[in-house]
């Protein structure tokens, strides 16, 4: 006799059932990304108004991002702990109400703070994001559906390129930027009506009776044909505060899966620093190349458009190919379009075509090691593995935006330090490919326990 959460992975998929929980939790990850990708439109205006320095500047970004660290850490830890559902929508209050706020920032020192306690709330929004999609699709479209999540990234950004653009010639053109993050609270309402908490996450919490209410109501919204199931026992939970739980999981995940914990944190960390360097500071770069502000946004904005395209690609190569040679190639390469751009920058044209080469290339690659690392841990530990290995990232990459404006780009320059970062993306993919199992087609909590079997 099959386990519910078998029965749940082996579903029929249903634009009605599990589909209306892609949208939702994409429309989740699309204001993500467009917050996200304000930094990159704030710093140089932020910066004007208060009078930073090109190093101070990279501030901007770098108090959002050690709050989304922070939040990585906590959000992924009390969703294994409270449940999917009301860890995304406490998430998402708390990102939209501390980016309006920032809108009414009367210095920098309170901007920065506001925006560090937007990151701690957006930080949350990812993995529960990814958590609850990957727990409600069934395991022969999970990779399509996974990395289609990223498609509401470039989304994402793009509209923020847009919005960020429109606005520039509008006085006080940064704080409206922030006040449209308004829009994610809104999406709450929905929320609470259009989302079931996940019956995998009630299956390994010992909530059966809640588990079978799910699972049963499943059955028959996609018209599956119903069958008797077990509920497996649940593991014993630990009883502790939110800080220990966190660091309890954060050493759990390094005894019992230390390599593909190894390979989630050095493939975040350098595919996202790469992203995120560019992300932040392309806008700045491109005005100090002679572009107009207009033309430095729209350019901007035109990089993440074209991620658009590159997740429409992963998310038709992802089941056909496999997660890990897309990884192989896709890596690699976004990370040298940046080192083309740095090194075309005498000709205009030609500099915009490899940055559109790089949004292109990096929306390939993302999706799919996202939807890979979600794959790689079992259930219990999902949301609080892939949270660390973010958090991982965003303590890295939080640092990134201020190194660069004040090391990297004035003493490296801007060739050297891609190739830099090329070089570091080569050798996280490497060690993938010896060390973690590929996961196409393989049922959830089974590839760690299969990979060790072998």
Same mark, same amino acid.
Request: proline letters at 6%; glycine letters at 10%; aromatic letters at 10%.
């Given at each position: 006799?099959?386990?519910?959460? $078998?029965?749940? !992975?082996?579903?029929?998929?249903?634009?009605?059932? $599990?589909?209306?929980?892609?949208?939702?939790?994409? @429309?989740?990850?699309?204001?993500?990304?467009?917050?996200?990708?304000?930094?990159?439109?704030?710093?140089?205006?932020?910066?004007?108004?208060?009078?930073?320095?090109?190093?101070?500047?990279?501030?901007?970004?770098?108090?959002?991002?050690?709050?989304?660290?922070?939040?990585?850490?906590?959000?992924?830890?009390?969703?294994?702990?409270?449940?999917?559902?009301?860890?995304?929508?406490?998430?998402?209050?708390?990102?939209?109400? %501390?980016?309006?706020?920032?809108?009414?920032?009367? &210095?920098?020192?309170?901007?920065? /703070?506001?925006?560090?306690?937007?990151?701690?709330?957006?930080?949350?929004?990812?993995?529960?994001?990814?958590?609850?999609? =990957?727990?409600?699709?069934?395991?022969?479209?999970?990779?399509?559906?996974?990395?289609?999540?990223?498609?509401?990234?470039?989304?994402?950004?793009?509209? #923020?390129?847009?919005?960020?653009?429109?606005?520039?010639?509008?006085?006080? &053109?940064?704080?409206?930027?922030?006040?449209?993050?308004?829009?994610?609270?809104?999406?709450?309402?929905?929320?609470?009506?259009?989302?079931?908490?996940?019956?995998?996450?009630?299956?390994?919490?010992? !909530?059966?009776?809640?588990?079978?209410?799910?699972?049963?109501?499943?059955?028959?919204?996609?018209?599956?044909?119903?069958?008797?199931?077990?509920?497996?026992?649940?593991?014993?939970?630990?009883?502790?505060?939110?800080?220990?739980?966190?660091?309890? $999981? @954060?050493?759990?995940?390094? $005894?019992?899966?230390?390599?593909?914990?190894?390979?989630?944190?050095?493939?975040?960390?350098?595919?996202?620093?790469?992203?995120?360097?560019?992300?932040?500071?392309?806008?700045?770069?491109?005005?100090?190349?002679?572009?107009?502000?207009?033309?430095?946004?729209?350019?901007?904005?035109?990089?993440?458009?074209?991620?658009?395209?590159?997740?429409?690609?992963?998310?038709?190569?992802?089941?056909?190919?496999?997660?890990?040679?897309?990884?192989?190639?896709?890596?690699?390469?976004? /990370?040298?379009?940046?080192?083309?751009?740095?090194?075309?920058?005498?000709?205009?044209?030609?500099?915009?075509?490899?940055?559109?080469?790089?949004?292109?290339?990096?929306?390939?690659?993302?999706?799919?090691?996202?939807?890979?690392?979600?794959?790689?841990?079992?259930?219990?530990?999902?949301?609080?593995?892939?949270?660390?290995? =973010? #958090?991982?990232?965003?303590?890295?990459?939080?640092?990134?935006?201020?190194? %660069?404006?004040?090391?990297?780009?004035?003493?490296?320059?801007?060739?050297?330090?891609?190739?830099?970062?090329?070089?570091?993306?080569?050798?996280?993919?490497? %060690?993938?490919?010896?060390?973690?199992?590929?996961?196409?087609?393989?049922?959830?909590?089974?590839?760690?326990?299969?990979?060790?079997?072998?």
């Amino acid at each position: 006799m099959r386990t519910g959460d $078998q029965i749940v !992975q082996d579903l029929p998929w249903r634009w009605r059932v $599990q589909g209306r929980i892609f949208l939702i939790g994409g @429309l989740g990850y699309l204001f993500d990304a467009w917050d996200v990708a304000l930094n990159g439109f704030l710093t140089p205006l932020v910066g004007a108004e208060f009078g930073l320095s090109p190093g101070q500047r990279g501030l901007v970004a770098t108090a959002n991002l050690i709050g989304m660290a922070v939040g990585a850490v906590a959000w992924g830890t009390v969703a294994d702990r409270i449940g999917r559902k009301r860890a995304f929508g406490v998430t998402l209050v708390l990102f939209a109400g %501390f980016s309006v706020l920032g809108a009414l920032s009367p &210095n920098v020192e309170t901007f920065l /703070a506001l925006r560090f306690l937007a990151g701690i709330g957006l930080g949350g929004c990812i993995p529960v994001d990814y958590a609850i999609v =990957s727990e409600f699709s069934p395991r022969r479209q999970r990779g399509r559906v996974l990395s289609a999540m990223d498609g509401w990234w470039p989304i994402g950004t793009t509209l #923020a390129g847009l919005a960020a653009t429109v606005l520039l010639p509008v006085s006080g &053109n940064w704080r409206w930027m922030l006040a449209l993050m308004i829009l994610p609270a809104l999406l709450l309402f929905w929320v609470r009506r259009g989302i079931p908490e996940s019956p995998l996450y009630l299956v390994r919490t010992g !909530q059966e009776d809640r588990a079978r209410a799910v699972i049963d109501d499943l059955v028959r919204r996609t018209g599956a044909v119903a069958e008797p199931y077990t509920i497996p026992e649940a593991p014993p939970r630990a009883l502790s505060g939110a800080a220990t739980a966190a660091f309890d $999981q @954060l050493r759990k995940v390094w $005894q019992e899966y230390p390599k593909i914990t190894g390979v989630a944190w050095s493939l975040f960390i350098t595919v996202l620093l790469t992203y995120y360097a560019a992300l932040s500071w392309m806008p700045s770069i491109l005005r100090a190349q002679g572009f107009g502000d207009i033309a430095a946004f729209a350019s901007t904005a035109l990089m993440n458009a074209l991620g658009i395209a590159g997740v429409a690609v992963a998310v038709l190569l992802v089941e056909r190919v496999g997660r890990k040679r897309i990884i192989m190639v896709a890596g690699p390469f976004s /990370a040298l379009s940046l080192v083309a751009f740095a090194l075309l920058l005498g000709s205009p044209t030609a500099a915009v075509v490899a940055i559109a080469v790089f949004g292109f290339s990096s929306l390939v690659v993302i999706p799919v090691m996202y939807a890979y690392v979600s794959e790689l841990y079992p259930t219990e530990s999902r949301a609080s593995g892939f949270g660390w290995a =973010s #958090a991982s990232s965003r303590a890295v990459t939080g640092f990134a935006p201020l190194l %660069f404006g004040s090391v990297l780009w004035p003493v490296l320059g801007l060739p050297l330090t891609f190739t830099v970062l090329t070089v570091l993306v080569v050798a996280a993919v490497v %060690f993938m490919m010896v060390a973690a199992p590929e996961t196409r087609g393989r049922e959830l909590d089974h590839v760690v326990a299969e990979t060790a079997a072998a």
